[in-house]
């Protein structure tokens, strides 16, 4: 049994762990026990840390890995996945001045590398269906593996210093003020988005596809006017839920 620092963070209860295999993985146990909305997990470390489609994230000692429980449906967690991404850029934008951008769906870049990530998932079996939302922010590079060289980056340039406990409670603070409001953040999460606009490669129907993404739908899906296969061919818009997007740079390459 793993043994937690109990906190409170407006009003909701919190746990936090010396470490934890996935924060995510608590507070859905911790959902499934009962947790009321706004109740947080954090951790000082992670040892199997999960991004979207099964990814693994790093979670070196030093960075921010919180996860939140709300009191939402299944078909909220598009629109939750979006609120989580403003509510780390106003955080860090709030507390240190720190511009952030969003990369569809859940990557906060700065400087062109990600500097954090976002994963909901849901609980719907419950009698009440619950979603957790996993938050995980680089404070600093420091403890980041170099296979990360190029594509992780981090709010500070060396040691940090916003700690993760401050800038946890800022981020839980601007999640549960957003969440009553839903949608009304995706104006802003359509500024800060830096796929909009772009030429963008994707699955599709089985082959890699390409197009320009136009906009991104108040339930947080993507909406791509695909490039054709063949001249005189009509283009097709179509609408992504969820899956890989990379986004085409001005030399070319798409990351």
Request: net charge neutral; aromatic share 6%.
């Amino acid at each position: 049994m793993q043994t937690f620092e109990p906190l409170t963070f407006h009003h909701s209860p919190a746990r936090l762990y010396e470490q934890a295999d996935s924060t995510n993985r608590l507070a859905l146990e911790w959902a499934r026990e009962g947790a009321p909305h706004g109740a947080l997990v954090m951790a000082k470390t992670q040892l199997s840390g999960r991004g979207r489609t099964g990814r693994g994230f790093e979670s070196p000692p030093g960075g921010l890995y919180m996860s939140v429980v709300l009191d939402a449906p299944a078909d909220k967690i598009g629109q939750i996945t979006t609120l989580a991404g403003v509510a780390v850029c106003r955080a860090a934008d709030s507390l240190r001045g720190i511009p952030l951008r969003i990369k569809w769906v859940n990557d906060c870049m700065k400087d062109g590398l990600k500097a954090g990530g976002i994963l909901a998932e849901g609980l719907m079996q419950l009698e009440k269906p619950k979603t957790v939302v996993g938050i995980g922010v680089n404070l600093s590079p420091l403890g980041l593996s170099g296979s990360l060289q190029g594509k992780a980056g981090a709010l500070f340039e060396d040691i940090s210093p916003i700690t993760p406990l401050e800038l946890a409670k800022k981020i839980h603070e601007e999640l549960l003020q957003g969440y009553p409001l839903m949608p009304g953040h995706m104006e802003e999460y359509r500024q800060r988005c830096l796929t909009l606009g772009k030429q963008v490669a994707f699955p599709w129907q089985g082959q890699q596809r390409t197009g320009i993404a136009t906009n991104v739908l108040d339930s947080g899906a993507l909406v791509v006017e695909m490039d054709s296969l063949s001249a005189g061919e009509p283009r097709e818009h179509i609408t992504l839920l969820a899956g890989e997007v990379s986004v085409r740079s001005p030399s070319g390459a798409y990351w």
